[in-house]
Structures are given as structure tokens and as C-alpha cells.
Antibody, heavy 121, light 106 residues
Framework: EVQLVESGGDLAQPGRSLRLSCVGS????????FSWVRQIPGKGLEWVSG????????GYAASVRGRFIVSRDNAKNSLYLQMDSLRPDDTALYYC??????????????WGQGTAVTVSS | DVQMTQSPSSLSASIGDRVTITCQAS??????LNWYQQKPGKAPKLLIA???TLEAGVPARFSGSRSGTDFTLTISSLQPEDIGTYYC????????FGGGTKVDLK
């Protein structure tokens, strides 16, 4: 069974940084693309960023481009999201999501339980 | 950007009712449309891929269809375990979700 466990969510002041992590188990991590999807409590879903199997192809939503960086370490079965210049509207539950193939293909097959980020002074 | 307009935003139905949720894309996306179910306090679950292909283990009372840029998720006979919020998602141009439809019992 695929398990994705996120960590790193916290309370941060506007303008500060956070780094989210996601560790995968029950799968050959290096075979798959991964994305970060966020959800404001009680609201809808927003795709944030994605990375292909080898880290060579990445993508970002316009709302985070230039501030967030996605990366992965296949040797550690880990996905990361470096979040800089945080803003209050980044406040959300951040999910680590596995794609169906090695690309960020949009078939979000497996989801973690999320890690909460709150940006407030 | 592709905008996904989902309706209704919420609905109440009785057990056994037929439930229909629609999603309209702002431009053509072919069949590049998935549906997700999110139960309270849980992560979303992929329900239907490519507009009409049920994921393994999804009950046959769920179905999806497409007409041009309009997509429909139908539950033929609502069951108690179907309560939750449903989202459409396009993957033709990056990825974006509809606003969600909350389904509860009347």
C-alpha cells in the first residue's frame, strides 16, 4: 500500500520561509512524478507544483512561481517544497500527491494526509 | 489558464436518488478531466479518470460523461457512504480544479 507522509508545516510570519517534506513508502518512489496540492480549510483544491521522476522537469502555479521550489531525493524516497517569501494567502493544508506515471501527468492517484501551513504575523 | 466551473456548489439528496454534478471548462480540454471524492477530514480520492473511466474499486453507480466542454458526474443511486465533496480537475493545461460540490443527505 502506498503511503505518503508529509511534514514541515508550521506557523510562519509573512516573508519567512518553510520547507515541506514528504516521504513515500510502499512504492518504487523513483518511478513516479509527484505534485503538491493545497487546500484552504473548508475551501477547494489548488495545484501548487509538480516534479517528474528524475527531478528534471518541474512546474509551478502562477501564484507561487518564483517563490516556491520543488525538489526530490529518490535515494531518500523524499519530495520537498521550499517555500520562500510566504504570504498570508499561502495558508493551507499541503498535500503530497503521487502521479500515475513518471511525469506530472495529472492523475493524482495517491494522497498523503497533508501538513498545515499558517502564515500570519 | 483553464477555468473549471462546477455546479451546484452544494446539494441535498435522499438515499436512492440520482445525483448529477456538472463541470464546464473555459476552453476545450478533450477528455482530460478527472473526478475526485473527498470525505470529511480525509484526502481526496481519484474516482473517475479521462472523463468516464472508473478507477478500480469504484462502485458502478458512479459514471462520468462529456459533451464538448461540459462534463457530468452521475451517482445513479445515492448511498450513505457517498456523502462528501466532489471535485473535477483538468489536466490539459497544467492542472486546475473546480470549486467543488458538497453532497449531503436530505
Amino acid at each position: 500500500e502506498v503511503q505518503l507522509v508529509e511534514s514541515g508545516g508550521d506557523l510562519a510570519q509573512p516573508g519567512r520561509s518553510l520547507r515541506l517534506s514528504c516521504v513515500g513508502s510502499g512504492l518504487n518512489f523513483a518511478d513516479y512524478g509527484f505534485s503538491w496540492v493545497r487546500q484552504i480549510p473548508g475551501k477547494g483544491l489548488e495545484w501548487v507544483s509538480g516534479v517528474a521522476w528524475n527531478g528534471g522537469v518541474t512546474g509551478y502555479a502562477a501564484s507561487v512561481r518564483g517563490r516556491f521550489i520543488v525538489s526530490r531525493d529518490n535515494a531518500k524516497n523524499s519530495l520537498y517544497l521550499q517555500m520562500d517569501s510566504l504570504r498570508p494567502d499561502d495558508t493551507a493544508l499541503y498535500y503530497c500527491v503521487k502521479d500515475r506515471t513518471g511525469d506530472t501527468d495529472g492523475y493524482f492517484e495517491s494522497w498523503g494526509q497533508g501538513t498545515a501551513v499558517t502564515v500570519s504575523s | 489558464d483553464v477555468q473549471m466551473t462546477q455546479s451546484p456548489s452544494s446539494l441535498s439528496a435522499s438515499i436512492g436518488d440520482r445525483v448529477t454534478i456538472t463541470c464546464q471548462a473555459s476552453q476545450g480540454i478533450s477528455n482530460r478531466l478527472n473526478w475526485y471524492q473527498q470525505k470529511p477530514g480525509k484526502a481526496p480520492k481519484l474516482l473517475i479518470a479521462d472523463a468516464s473511466t472508473l478507477e478500480a474499486g469504484v462502485p458502478a453507480r458512479f459514471s462520468g460523461s462529456r459533451s464538448g466542454t461540459d462534463f457530468t458526474l452521475t451517482i445513479s443511486s445515492l448511498q450513505p457512504e457517498d456523502i462528501g465533496t466532489y471535485y473535477c480537475q483538468q489536466f490539459d493545461n497544467l492542472f486546475s480544479f473546480g470549486g467543488g460540490t458538497k453532497v449531503d443527505l436530505k
